[in-house]
């Protein structure tokens, strides 16, 4: 079992000169209560960090006192490209891959363990649902949305691609995955950066396996568990559910 943390994201958006995974939540790099709740879920001892070049050594210096590898993702080139930079760096040993953002704080030991060990498949993503997209929960309003076939999913579609009645779906993505590695090596290459980003998605990653027949399975989690930081509104809401 390997986790990765996709955290070479700056803090442009949140007005902050330090990487946007470091800005504390009351005094607390974010970063850490994710790193805190890896360790105590006892999955994966060592969880491989992807960092920019330019975030590297503050990243080692500030999160020293966790066990974690370091992996340098050159260029910006999306989620996607993040995600096969860590993969490089792995040996052949690795039965699964365990994938997260940095600047999601609030994720539980009790949901990485089980998504880490729901043996379902290639692949196994975390959804959640909310009940509009008022308050606090605007904040999920800018996520990708999971597009359902009778149940079953069958892509995910970025906001800045998304139509109007796509954006009205309320399943939204927290970006959470389990990967089977072997399937993950093999498809990770076909990632396209045909979209309005000019960047690949991990997110693709669910069609391409749909389009091979490959069931997608999910676990659903409450939206305060999923929420994600990208601003600094953002992150007054996390300081205000904070424990």
């Not at 779906?169 to 990967?179: D, L, M, Q, R």
């Not at 309005?196 to 490959?214: K, N, P, R, W």
């Not at 007054?236 to 424990?243: G, N, Y």
Request: a negative charge.
């Amino acid at each position: 079992m390997q986790i990765v943390i996709l955290a070479a994201g700056k803090g442009t958006r949140m007005k902050h000169e330090l990487p946007k995974v470091l800005v504390p939540i009351k005094d607390k790099p974010m970063i850490g209560y994710l790193l805190q709740a890896i360790d105590d879920s006892s999955i994966d001892g060592r969880p491989i960090l992807v960092v920019s070049p330019d975030n590297k050594d503050i990243m080692k210096e500030t999160l020293a006192s966790y066990d974690c590898d370091y992996v340098v993702q050159d260029k910006q080139l999306g989620t996607g490209h993040a995600l096969s930079c860590a993969l490089n760096g792995m040996n052949g040993e690795v039965d699964r891959v365990v994938s997260f953002y940095g600047d999601h704080p609030f994720v539980r030991p009790e949901t990485i363990k089980k998504l880490a060990e729901y043996k379902n498949g290639a692949i196994t993503m975390i959804t959640t649902i909310v009940p509009d997209f008022n308050d606090w929960r605007k904040n999920f309003y800018h996520w990708g949305r999971i597009i359902r076939h009778n149940d079953r999913v069958e892509a995910i579609v970025e906001f800045k691609d998304a139509s109007d009645e796509i954006r009205d779906i309320k399943e939204v993505n927290p970006g959470f995955y389990c990967f089977e590695y072997g399937w993950l090596k093999k498809n990770i290459n076909k990632l396209k950066n045909q979209n309005a980003q000019q960047e690949y998605y991990l997110t693709d990653l669910i069609q391409i396996a749909c389009s091979q027949g490959i069931k997608v399975s999910t676990l659903s989690i409450d939206p305060e568990e999923a929420i994600g930081i990208n601003s600094k509104e953002e992150l007054e809401v996390a300081e205000s559910l904070i424990k």
